[in-house]
């Protein structure tokens, strides 16, 4: 039987494959955490085979609780350690009938000393042959028979982790040893059987490990260290440097991800992620290297958006697009992407507001601004009436799709005495009321319109001096026309009347409903309409009006002091009819399909839309279209402007 100084001259000369083990020895001490083990959990495992006593003497083992608690993997684990967490109880302990006498006393004392110094087995002073000879000189001796069984708990662990890292020479000398002890056989058996695979996969363990050093980590398929190591875990499941071996593969393909997010490459940098994910699921180094290309992936993802951002802000869509696009190649996960296609979008067909937004213009050239306008959404709707819709006119059809592909702002409410006011006073401008005399007003005596010579703007439904607050009325197509024009030039922005189109696709609010608040009497008040509960000053009441309908004004109301519709427009089928662009056409035929206005060259007459005070509950649908002089001046007409964006 060899001794203790030869067995451990020979383990250090190491093995056949010694580089493999040194290799691995490394990148434990270095990289303890792929084995998910601290730097503070590992012992270093000297050449000595350290013990541990019985579990019936407590006061002469080696502590090892804390070493027990050091974690996985166990291979490499101090053989003390091992050996306890193996240990499940001595089945062959004899029954003790006398107390061990002095010399046998001095014996296993001098045997466990012998094992906390790692003399396990070899000359006549290892622990081995002294708790040996303790037992044949008290055969009952459990102390004796415990110690043989810590010896074989040592030894077995040993031998385990020798094979464990592929120390085959080691494990051999070992055996040679544990032969020798009682009741071993079946340890004898089973480790001579996993030093058999251990010998078949050295070669295979040597291949892989030539493989990696060529570069043949993962590819190609069937001829790399993957394969090998592959194969050498189908024979031993639990081999430790296939285990290291798979995740130096994985390192490998890791680091490919890494090189190509260096390159922007981040397609290629996901699919090296997707490869390293199959090698070993779910690993920490794994987890680290996808975060860490996942934070530059957004990083870069971010400087890029920034740059669009500000493309955007300087007025350059085809530039912002265009970098847009590269930050959603990059990573199309950004949260903020979504919100700068919006601004994309808005920026596109709204002049960078969005839809429903309300804004106003400053004047350039002097004090003031524009009346509050809102930003109405594109889109397609079906323009005029359906042949079931009941109060029809010829006038409403064809029915006909109109598409409003880019936005527009319109006025918010009809334009009110106070501003028109501003307007004729900045401008100069003489209304036709005032050149042409006079204009259509209310008569309470018959309960009709008339004319009076002395109405104009400034007055209201009646003839009576106007509120700021009411609509203006009194005015003509041309005064609308040119009050646009006004806030063009005060403004540099273009205003104008809106087109017929465009007033009914505002109006309507994406309804299709005969009125934009439903197909009958609102059941709230929604508008200032022809209600038969309303009552003018003299108690006169409407012949045609909505049944139980009641606002509470005879004549325009202050503007604004009802609900808006849909779009966020107020009045906008109540309160007073409005002036639009297109010349007047008997029918839709030929309309423009594209919300245009429709307008002949020298054209007089021109279209009203929109219900006022006094029409009746078919003159209130969003369908209806009427045909006046471009010179009539009523108590019953104002206007509103849009701003094209």
């Known amino acids: 039987m060899p001794s203790n100084t030869v067995l451990r001259r020979q383990r250090a000369m190491g093995g056949a494959l010694g580089v493999l083990v040194l290799a691995f020895a490394l990148t434990y001490h270095f990289f303890p955490q792929l084995f998910h083990v601290t730097p503070q959990q590992t012992a270093p495992r000297g050449m000595s085979l350290g013990g541990t006593g019985s579990a019936q003497h407590q006061s002469e083992q080696v502590p090892a609780i804390a070493e027990v608690n050091a974690g996985p993997p166990m291979t490499l684990a101090p053989a003390s350690v091992i050996a306890a967490r193996m240990k499940h109880g001595n089945a062959h302990l004899p029954e003790q009938l006398s107390e061990d ?82 009741h071993a056989g079946e340890d004898v058996a089973q480790l001579e059987t996993q030093l058999k695979t251990l010998i078949t996969m050295r070669p295979m363990l040597a291949k892989a490990a ?25 024979l031993d499941p639990q081999n430790a440097v296939a285990e290291q ?10 680091d490919r991800a890494l090189a190509a997010v260096a390159q922007n490459k981040f397609d290629e940098a996901d699919r090296e992620l997707a490869r390293a994910a199959q090698i070993h699921p779910g690993s920490q180094q794994w987890q680290d290297v996808r975060k860490r290309v996942d934070d530059i992936r957004g990083q870069r993802a971010n400087g890029i958006l920034a740059q669009a951002r500000s493309a955007l802000d300087g007025g350059n869509l085809a530039l912002a697009e265009k970098l847009a696009r590269q930050a959603r190649d990059i990573d199309a996960r950004l949260p903020t992407l979504d919100e700068f296609d919006e601004q994309l979008v808005n920026a596109r067909l709204y002049a960078s507001y969005r839809p429903g937004q309300v804004f106003t213009d400053h004047y350039v050239d002097l004090p003031g601004k524009t009346p509050a306008m809102v930003v109405i959404p594109t889109g397609t709707f079906q323009m005029g009436s359906p042949a079931s819709e009941s109060g ?40 036709d009321s005032a050149k042409l005399g006079g204009a259509s007003v209310y008569d309470e005596r018959s309960g ?45 922005k273009v205003y104008r009347l809106p087109s017929e189109a465009e007033f009914e696709y505002a109006l309507r609010g994406g309804t299709t409903t005969r009125y934009w608040w439903g197909d009958g009497t ?32 005879w004549g325009p109301a202050p503007v604004m002091s009802f609900l808006p519709n849909p779009f966020g427009l107020y009045d906008i089928n109540g309160n007073v009819s409005e002036w639009v662009a297109d010349c007047w056409h008997d029918n839709y035929n030929r309309a423009p399909a594209d919300g245009s206005a429709w307008i002949n060259p020298g054209c007089t007459a021109r279209v009203v839309r929109g219900g006022s005070w006094g029409s009746s509950p078919d003159q209130e649908r969003s369908a209806y279209r009427q045909g006046v002089d471009a010179t009539v001046r009523s108590g019953r007409v104002g206007f509103r402007v849009v701003r094209e964006l």
Do not use: C
């Open 101 to 182: 006498p002095p010399a046998v006393r001095a014996l296993l004392s001098r045997a466990t000393r012998a094992l906390r110094a790692g003399e396990l087995v070899g000359d006549k002073e290892s622990a081995a042959a002294l708790f040996a000879q303790a037992l044949k000189e008290k055969p009952d001796s459990r102390r004796a028979a415990q110690g043989l069984f810590d010896v074989r708990a040592r030894l077995v662990a040993q031998i385990g982790q020798d094979i464990a890292v592929g120390d085959a020479e080691g494990a051999v000398e070992l055996l040679d040893a544990l032969r020798t002890l009682p």
């Open 210 to 234: 030539n493989q990696l050093q060529q570069g043949k980590a993962d590819q190609p398929a069937g001829d790399s260290a993957l394969d090998t190591y592959r194969e050498v875990q189908k």
């Open 245 to 254: 071996g798979i995740f130096q593969v994985q390192r490998v393909v890791l």
């Open 392 to 431: 029809r006119s010829d006038a409403e059809t064809p029915q006909h799709a109109v598409t409003i592909a880019t936005g527009f702002a319109m006025a918010r409410s009809a334009i009110t005495v106070a501003q028109f006011r501003e307007f004729v006073r900045a401008s100069g401008y003489r209304p």
């Open 448 to 492: 009709t319109m008339r004319d009076d010579a002395d109405a104009g703007w400034e007055d209201d439904y009646a003839g009576r001096r106007a509120a700021d607050d009411l609509p203006v009325v009194n005015i003509s197509w041309n005064d609308a026309s040119a009050y646009a024009k006004w806030l063009s030039q005060r403004t540099g």
């Open 522 to 553: 609102p059941q709230k008040t929604v508008e200032n309409l022809t209600g038969s509960g309303d009552r003018s000053s003299s108690g006169r009441r409407w012949s045609h009006a909505f049944r139980g309908y009641r606002d509470g004004h």
